[in-house]
C-alpha cells in the first residue's frame, strides 16, 4: 500500500510535519538561526539502586544547524534516576 493511501502511515507523516515545523520555527539562543533543536541524547542515568550508570538517557543536547552552540539538559520528562528493572548491574546480581 502506498504512503499516501495508507492511514496509519500519513498519520506519522502528519506528525513528523509538525515536528519539522516546530524545529523550524525555533530559533537559535546564540545565533537567531531557525532549526535549534534535539541533536544528541547521553547515556548513563544512574541506577535508582546501586548508583551504577545504565543505557538510559540521562541528558539530551540540543543544538544549533548553523553555529555551534549547544546546550546539554537533563532529560525532559525529569526522571532522575533509573528504575532498578533497567539497571545491567542490579540484573546480573538477581541472576546469580
Not at 9 to 23: N, S, V
Not at 36 to 47: M, P, Q, S, V
Request: glycine share 8%; proline share 5%; hydrophobic share 35%.
Amino acid at each position: 500500500m502506498r504512503a499516501q493511501f495508507n492511514p496509519s502511515r500519513m498519520t506519522a507523516i502528519g506528525e513528523l510535519a509538525d515536528k519539522l515545523a516546530e524545529r523550524l520555527a525555533t530559533a537559535c539562543p546564540s545565533c537567531a538561526s531557525p532549526g535549534w533543536g534535539r541533536i544528541h541524547a547521553e547515556k548513563g542515568l544512574h541506577c535508582e539502586y546501586c548508583d551504577q550508570a545504565t543505557e538510559m538517557i540521562a541528558h539530551e543536547i540540543y543544538g544549533c544547524v548553523l553555529c555551534d552552540h549547544t546546550v546539554r539538559q537533563p532529560r525532559a520528562d525529569g526522571l532522575k534516576a533509573a528504575p532498578q528493572m533497567h539497571c545491567g548491574w542490579c540484573k546480573g546480581l538477581e541472576n546469580n
